[in-house]
T-cell receptor
């Protein structure tokens, strides 16, 4: 199946700093990528849809100035958590659509801890 | 209304036995896709099986099969011959339309396989 990588896998930062998370499609091109947030023992919450060459589409309640998304190429989307606060601590996971069923292939996720 | 409902927060199964994880969905679209994903403790989301709304036969993929009952709007996952490595969270998801990108996820079921 299609492979999606995510970097870093784990990051710890101080409150007030910005953190960038990269999502790459390794063996296919992805015009659309998705960013999810997952709290412990809960389901995935779609944050935004990242579109190559255009602005991301954010879900209701997600601050676009807080969570900056850049999809500069067909294989790379980045999520930047700006001025991070402890409540931003979470598991962030990206995905891209590929395959015969148009299924979503997920990256391994990034665990963000804001101190 | 919830698009995807998983009513079993936790399930236990004896090793080598079969287990059924429930999933019901809500859509007015005629064309849609149903997916099951496995999320082990490492956090990665692993695609397991797909069922299209027009597929007449239940999907099967190795030890995984999908019990698709369209009239009841249910898409239960059956895991046969459970293995210890099957212990994980399992998420049911739906995509409306044939090429729509957004996935709706259920709240998940935590499966524990008992030796």
């Amino acid at each position: 199946g299609a492979v999606v990588s995510q970097h870093p896998s784990r990051v710890i930062c101080k409150s007030g700093t910005s953190v960038k998370i990269e999502c790459r499609s390794l063996d296919f091109q992805a015009t659309t990528m998705f960013w999810y947030r997952q709290f412990p023992k809960q389901s995935l919450m779609l944050m935004a849809t990242s579109n190559e060459g255009s602005k991301a589409t954010y879900e209701q309640g997600v601050e676009k100035d807080k969570f900056l998304i850049n999809h500069a190429s067909l294989t790379l989307s980045t999520l930047t958590v700006t001025s991070a606060h402890p409540e931003d601590s979470s598991f962030y996971i990206c995905s891209a659509t590929a395959g015969p069923y148009n299924e979503q292939f997920f990256g391994p996720g990034t665990r963000l801890t804001v101190l | 209304a919830q698009k995807i409902t998983q009513t079993q927060p936790g399930m236990f199964v004896q090793e080598k036995e079969a287990v059924t994880l429930d999933c019901t969905y809500d859509t007015s679209d005629q064309s849609y896709g149903l997916f099951w994903y496995k999320q082990p403790s490492s956090g990665e989301m692993i695609f397991l099986i797909y069922q299209g709304s027009y597929d007449e036969q239940n999907a099967t993929e190795g030890r995984y099969s999908l019990n698709f009952q369209k009239a009841r709007k249910s898409a239960n996952l059956v895991i046969s011959a459970s293995q210890l490595g099957d212990s994980a969270m399992y998420f049911c998801a739906m995509r409306e339309g044939t090429r729509g990108n957004q996935f709706y996820f259920g709240t998940g079921t935590s499966l524990t396989v008992i030796p």
